[in-house]
């Protein structure tokens, strides 16, 4: 038998055994009627990826990725294609960042210190929704930009930095 929804007037058919419109969202484990996972195991993920990059912060920091014989690879699609992607020299500018050169590391790519407020931003969510802690949340409009533009912006990036005229080639690392 469908309901008339208090709040919208609208009708709707009757909810799934043990589900109902009114309580809102309700996680995986509680519509298959399963314990959810203890708070170690959801909390020792987000822990050990962020140890991960720590200490893949520290290797970046103490070796430079540009000096001859280095330890980190090489862009696959650079090496591919001879074309920058957008992605070129996010590793070189990491280091020039923790050594504190901003100026180096804009030159590796323009896009270092907006990937490293990503990674950490993704991170300090992760860690508070792993504690159950209320996740930081830009306004809407600003996410619902960053997921439409932002992909069109680092693909624009990667086609400009591959033209070989004057103002242009100052984008290559």
């Known amino acids: 038998m469908a309901a008339v929804h208090p709040t919208d007037n609208r009708v709707r058919p009757d909810p799934p ?7 809102g969202v309700q ?7 399963v314990d959810p996972a203890p708070s170690w195991t959801r909390r020792i993920a987000p822990v ?15 070796n430079d990725p540009a000096a001859p014989g280095s ?25 020039a960042l923790l050594n504190g050169d901003v100026g180096a590391a804009m030159a590796s790519n323009i896009f270092t210190p907006l990937a490293i407020v990503a990674i950490v931003w993704l991170l300090v969510g992760w860690l508070r929704r792993a504690w159950d802690r209320p996740t930081p949340r830009l306004p809407h409009r600003v996410e619902r930009v960053l997921v439409i533009a932002g992909p069109a912006v680092v693909l624009g990036y990667g086609v400009v930095r591959n033209i070989p005229a004057a103002p242009f080639r100052s984008l290559a690392p």
């Not at 996680?27 to 009627?33: K, L, N, R």
């Not at 050990?48 to 103490?62: D, E, M, Q």
């Not at 980190?72 to 294609?81: Q, Y």
């Open 17 to 23: 055994a043990g589900c109902t419109y009114d309580r």
């Open 48 to 62: 050990a990826c962020c140890a991960a990059v720590g200490v893949a912060g520290v290797l970046v920091w103490h």
């Open 27 to 33: 996680t995986v484990e509680q519509v298959a009627g």
């Open 71 to 95: 330890r980190f690879p090489g862009c696959l699609f650079h090496s591919a294609t001879g074309l920058w992607c957008p992605g070129c020299g996010l590793t070189r500018g990491v280091h």
